[in-house]
């Protein structure tokens, strides 16, 4: 039965639009005259969403604001770099959540902006690089009123710290970066204007360097007027220190952590002096440390003070740690990521396995190599006296039957519940490709809410068992695979083209392995994974070209792609350059395509070209960065 939209009340209509999506709100104001007879009606466009509006431009925009710029109250248009937001916010007078991080602003914008939208109290911005005077006076009535403010920077914040002087009123401070310089660059002539900085309301202090640090004239010295402008009275919720600068207080501490939630800290002998006396912490539900002290510390009673907590990271520690009696003090964890030596990987599966609420789970490559209690392992030796003429098993050829001798199946079989599993993400510690029973693999297909897949640095010899994953594994929408098997072949390129097509739901693709030239056979597959966002390929050592004209296909076919980045270094430069200039005026202003021919600079700061890459993909893609955690450095991406 049709039913024709103009014969509804108008009740109903409201009702329907006020269910639809963001972006299918926009799609239904091209075409139907009734909505926009009632677009005034503030409960239909009120909260609006478009991060994921891939396929319209700022004119598209510009006319769906314009009879309704006064009835928005909420706009989250987050790393939508290709849209011109500032002549489009300006005239949105009464939003109150406007984020905006990833599109490029000037400082004369800035002002314009927070002089227009004078209601606003979450702000969510990329920080101004044209930035030539410290004096936000003019849109102090603006910054008294912010919140919550998430700044984007790509270079010394000098003038950020004046605008914080006027913001008394701001709960939660987010300070993040776009794949800085190791070191901000200061000028000798400039003092840091902290002297002055008060936010007594504020629970929420995160500052995330990606790849890098803050200058303690910057990072030490804010923090620190920061949690002594809090006052002792505040009510922490979230203390986010992710940099590799030492930050020397241990007042601030003491102040800090008996009451904050959610705690990030680099750890040395002080600081692990001060969170030994901190006493019980019942109120801690997510703690992160990384850092290096002593050996003969052990953070085994630190953890277990946390009789509440849900969420633990620890990452690139020099100390001891029973992982079983933090298990047992936390039962109910539900995010993990630890690394362990070699030798204790045996006790730390077994260990892991009791925690049956984990969602979340980063684990190094030495999880994989103890073996079950009831299983006895024949060694070579033995199985070749039973069989003389016994062969070395061939490179590309899977032993399933060694599937259901590793200990990890444990966590296989008792976290039904994974969303998130990282294996082998921390190079620091390695072990015996002769140890690892990596043939398991192929039961995490009884994963069956698993999302976001990533494997690194796992000696495999075969890739047959990516196959099985995909199967078992609809709901897979990221998968990252890097250095799998030997350098110096490809061992699953076949198999993970076999696999993609059951990858319905896939949206990232991350694969960084030597020799996938031509990479044909993985074009081919791709084409099934319609829903595919963001694609990196790079093959570090090659004896051949990539296919790019099966890559011209590719992206060809797939509607909601935004981002590619490919790289081999036996392909010629003048071919890479032709794809990356052909896409760079497409007609999909959303889409981002690189193609490269080497790959030794991408990494370097003095590359531009790589430093042009929106944030967003940059910080999710092109960087290898854990995702246990990532949305607690970046909440407005969760």
Known sequence: MEVNISYLPDEILLLIFSILPSVDLLAVARVCKRFNDIASDGRVVRDIDLRKAYHYTTDDLREFFRPRCLTITHLNANHMYWIKFPVLVEKLKNVQSLHMLGSSLTFKQLLSVLKSCQKVEHLSITWPDDVKTNSFALVQSTAVRLRSLSVLVSQYPISLLTLLQYTTSLTSLTITNHHAPNLFAIPSSVTSPVKDLCLPNLTDLIVDHVGGSFSYRVLGRLVERVVEAAGSTAEWCTFWINTSIRIHMSSPLTTVVPKCKRLFLLVNTGVYEELRQAGQLPQLHHLFIDGETPQIHSLSPLIRSCSNLRSLHMHGLNMTL?????????????????????????????????????????????????????????????????????KKQRV???????????????????CPHLVVLEIGFSGRLSCSPKRVWWECLENVQKLTNLTHLTLDGVPITSGAFLIQIAKGCQRLEFLRLRHLGPSGNCTYLSHLAQALPHCYNLRHLRVEQNYLAPSTGLWTGLKSCQFLERLL???????????????????????????????????????????????????????????RPGLWDVFED???????IPPVHFNEMVTFRSWAFTSYAYPSME
């Open 606 to 612: 003095s590359n531009t070209e790589t430093r042009l």
């Open 322 to 390: 029973d992982l079983r009696q933090v298990c047992e003090a936390s039962p109910y964890l539900q995010r993990l990521s630890v690394c362990c030596q070699p030798q204790l990987g045996p006790v730390f599966t077994k260990a892991v396995s009791c925690l049956t609420h984990l969602t979340h789970l980063t684990v190094p490559v030495c999880a994989l190599i103890g073996v079950l209690d009831e299983v006895k392992v024949e060694t070579r030796d033995e199985r070749s006296m039973r069989e003389p003429f016994l």
């Open 537 to 595: 390929v790079l093959s570090q050592s090659d004896g051949r070209e990539l296919d790019l004209v099966g890559l011209d296909a590719l992206i060809s076919s797939l509607p909601h792609l935004v981002f590619v980045f490919v790289g081999g270094n036996h392909t010629p430069k003048s071919k890479c350059a032709a794809i990356t200039k052909k896409y760079k005026h497409s007609n999909r202003a959303a889409l981002v395509v690189l193609v």
């Open 396 to 414: 590309g050829v899977s032993s399933r039957e060694n599937a259901h001798l590793a200990a990890f199946n444990l966590v296989l079989d008792n």
